[in-house]
């Protein structure tokens, strides 16, 4: 397989960042070798050349470029990505897939913060963990996930989806406190267990839980008592997630496709603001 | 208008005029009804193709494409696919978000869903999504945008938008018979086999015209009026086409995505409405043009029969 690879050399001191911002395969494709090891990357800061960190080889014939090493000091891989295939080998560091616009992003293993923010389009699969704020806003002024799809194997940390504005991220694991805080809109899907710190802001959008049916039996702040509610959307919903989703819940879901539940449990929330966010729970 | 002097063809002893039917472009869509069952799927699909004869005076032609099974659908509900033809993309979206509000909406348990997938698109629930009064949420699920309107029996669901694409509008046949039972049998026949053709739609009641009509009248008001060529009752006092004997003559009108399928179901249409036979007073089929100087579309007779 035609792939350009970027290996880590050597580790940097603790506490330096290396910033990898434009490192992206569209950015990459067609230059020499040489051209790509002489491109500036920020460490700490400072410019320095992208071939005094990584060793590069491969080629870059085609959209796909392959990271490996200990890059959890690599912060803003594959940010403003705009086609083509990431493949990251190992963890990353925070601002992963940030503000990227196409392309498929594929990490083995942990994502540090704000993983996917201001995402707009395209797909992130992290096998491992996500850190805090995953697709959630790095400030005030500027949302977060934009339209891009993330999908997460593992866990995900606090404040997953704040201040989300559009898009898809499926967790398989569980989800910590803070999720979907002042989120204006989009689909969060979680397969495991959620914490019942959640919707804190939320307008709109839609948390879906499908493994955790104790969640909606408790008392969530600024959340509406749940009721059973027919929601024709779901089954279109469910049938589209259903791929992304973990064996067990494909299952729990419906047997086949032709099954896909349209009855839930919903509660509406942040209702302190008004919102019309929902909490949902597909009855199966 | 039959062309004349050559030599006839005959289906099932009957006998089939050296004619063509004229047709026109026109723009069309699809969209995709969704119902608790069968039996509300087709309501809210009949409904939105009522009122949907010709363009002349109802704005659209539209009728029932199909009946789709659960794993057609989006939701995996039962539904209807429903073509609209129009003369510009303008009414086309028009008629849909109206016929969408006014049919679909108002129908209990129903969603509607784009049917094509084109450059070209028109709004389908951009309009409709208003009635939710600030209620309604939109959902983008697969880079495709739903809304959720919310109605009394839960939620009306509403794609965005559909497409629309080139199309052709009058594409038809005439069956001539001794007695009106003849016509109607052979009509029957026809729409029963043209039924399974895709992507065409006969819009006129029961897929049947018996008010042909010729371009202009007397009266300036009137853009069309009454085929008196055709017309039993006139037969002696205008330039007749009905060959001797014949007391009726229906037409079949046939929309279409394209000439391929108009030419299909012409052909599927004129073959099954000859198997009625001659037994009951079937004597021929003809078809309708305007001395081909409407419409660029020309379905000859000869041509697309076996």
Known sequence: MSRLELTLKCNPPPGQRLNLMGIEPARLHARSLSEIARLEIAVDGVPQALGEWFKVSGTSDSLQL??????????????????????????AGDFLGCNMRSGQLQITGNAGRFAGSGARGGQILIDGNAGDYLAGAPSKTRPGLRGAQIVVHGNSGRWTGHRMRRGLIIVHGSVAAGLAMRMIAGTIVCAGAVDPQLGCGM???????????ELIEEEIAGFTPSEETELAYLPILLRH????????????????AKLLPRQALRSLGDRGIQGLGELVVPIT | MPESNTEPKMIEGIEILDAFAEAFPMTATRVIITGADEYWARQAAESMTGFATSVIACGCEAGIESRLGTEQTPDGRPGYAVLLF?????????????????????????????????????????????????YQQSKVIDGRRYWRVPVMDGEFVCEDKTSRQAAIGGGNFLVLSESLRGALDACRAAMEAMESVPRVIMPFPGGVARSGSKVGSKYKSLVAS?????????????????????????????????????AE???????????VGKRSGL????????????????????????
């Open chain 1, 66 to 91: 392959f990271l490996a090493g200990n890059l959890a000091c690599c912060d803003y891989l594959g940010a403003a990505m705009q086609t083509g295939q990431l493949h990251i080998e190992g963890d």
């Open chain 1, 203 to 213: 307008r709109r959008g839609t948390i879906l839980v499908l493994d955790d049916k």
């Open chain 1, 241 to 256: 997630i259903r791929q992304f989703l973990p064996a067990s819940s494909q299952h729990n879901i419906a047997d086949s």
């Open chain 2, 86 to 134: 129009a003369m510009n993309g303008k009414e086309l979206e028009k008629q849909l978000t109206r016929r969408v509000g006014q049919c679909v909406l108002t129908c209990p348990s129903s969603s509607v869903f784009a049917g094509m997938q084109g450059d070209k698109k028109i709004a389908l629930g951009d309009h409709v999504k208003y009635f939710g009064d600030g």
């Open chain 2, 226 to 262: 009454t085929n008196d060529a055709f017309c039993p009752t006139l037969r002696n006092v205008t330039n007749t086409l009905l060959p001797k004997g014949v007391t009726a003559a229906l037409e079949v009108v046939i929309d279409g995505l394209n000439e391929a399928d108009v």
């Open chain 2, 265 to 275: 179901a012409m052909k599927v249409g004129v073959i099954a409405a000859c198997s």
């Open chain 2, 283 to 306: 004597r021929a089929i003809t078809a309708g043009n305007y001395g081909g100087k409407l419409g660029p579309y020309h379905f000859h007779l000869h041509k697309i029969l076996p």
